[in-house]
């Protein structure tokens, strides 16, 4: 057998092995008992079984003999198993993700555009509570599609824009990030987006769009 064919039987049997115990652990929640599962003869927390899982597969795709490449349906299925439940499982999602953006022997650029489409862009409560891993993601999402747009140039940790910020694609939902989760690295991105542009008007207008989004905030809480 093949070190092909031994990384895509493996790859099956983790993804396959996950899905399964997700599906124990929705079972464990509609019954009122989902903090506890158990896993052989031991009682561990579902926290502890998601994690562990997660970094197996982490280490096996970063560690195989051939690095296998996701598919647009399984990351779809991670979406669907991780994202759709509970904070922490989100977050266990952005985990994994994260390490796997940008190496194109695991994920190539058209499938994280068309997951960034379809799941970020059409979903305004991924803003609500976003994590730093999340927002780390997010971003690295945002920089990847618009690369591959031509909206951007990618060059090692930075970047060049070709268009005004407010042009990007996901340029909005980081604005909503802001607003809900007023984290210091995401108004970071934000500026570090306006200001590589050498235009004044879009420094002048990323300023007055902070005091107007703060005034109306301020609104919202008096």
């Known amino acids: 057998m093949t070190d092909l064919t031994q990384n895509s039987r493996m790859?099956?049997?983790?993804?396959?092995?996950?899905?399964?115990?997700?599906?124990?652990?929705?079972?464990?929640?509609?019954?009122?008992?989902?903090?506890?599962m158990?896993?052989?003869?031991?009682?561990?927390?579902?926290?502890?079984?998601?994690e562990t899982r997660i970094m197996l597969l982490l280490?096996?795709?970063?560690?195989?003999?051939i690095a296998f490449k996701i598919t647009p349906d399984e990351l779809l299925n991670m979406y669907a198993n991780l994202m759709e439940r509970l904070t922490f499982d989100a977050k266990m999602f952005y985990r994994w993700f994260n390490p796997i953006l940008g190496n194109s022997m695991w994920i190539d650029s058209q499938t994280v555009?068309?997951?960034?489409?379809?799941?970020?862009?059409?979903?305004?409560?991924?803003a609500h509570?976003?994590?730093?891993?999340?927002?780390?993601c997010i971003s690295n999402m945002l920089?990847?599609?618009?690369?591959?747009?031509?909206?951007?140039?990618i060059d090692d940790t930075d970047?060049?824009?070709?268009?005004?910020?407010?042009?990007?694609?996901?340029?909005?939902?980081?604005?909503?990030?802001y607003?809900?989760?007023?984290?210091?690295?995401?108004?970071?991105?934000?500026?570090?987006?306006?200001?590589?542009s050498s235009e004044p008007e879009v420094h002048k207008s990323f300023i007055a769009e902070c005091f107007t989004r703060m005034d109306r905030n301020n609104l919202l809480v008096g």
Request: aromatic share 12%.
């Open 143 to 153: 920089l990847m599609v618009n690369e591959n747009q031509g909206n951007l140039i």
């Open 129 to 136: 509570d976003v994590s730093a891993d999340g927002f780390t």
């Open 179 to 196: 607003e809900y989760s007023n984290r210091q690295e995401v108004i970071d991105f934000l500026g570090k987006l306006h200001y590589r």
């Open 59 to 65: 280490f096996v795709q970063k560690k195989g003999s």
């Open 11 to 36: 790859k099956d049997i983790l993804f396959g092995e996950l899905t399964t115990y997700m599906a124990q652990a929705k079972e464990g929640l509609n019954e009122g008992n989902f903090e506890t």
């Open 38 to 50: 158990e896993l052989g003869h031991d009682n561990f927390t579902h926290k502890v079984n998601l």
């Open 113 to 126: 555009q068309d997951f960034f489409n379809q799941k970020f862009l059409t979903n305004a409560t991924l």
């Open 159 to 177: 970047f060049v824009l070709n268009v005004a910020p407010s042009e990007l694609v996901g340029y909005a939902l980081v604005w909503e990030m």
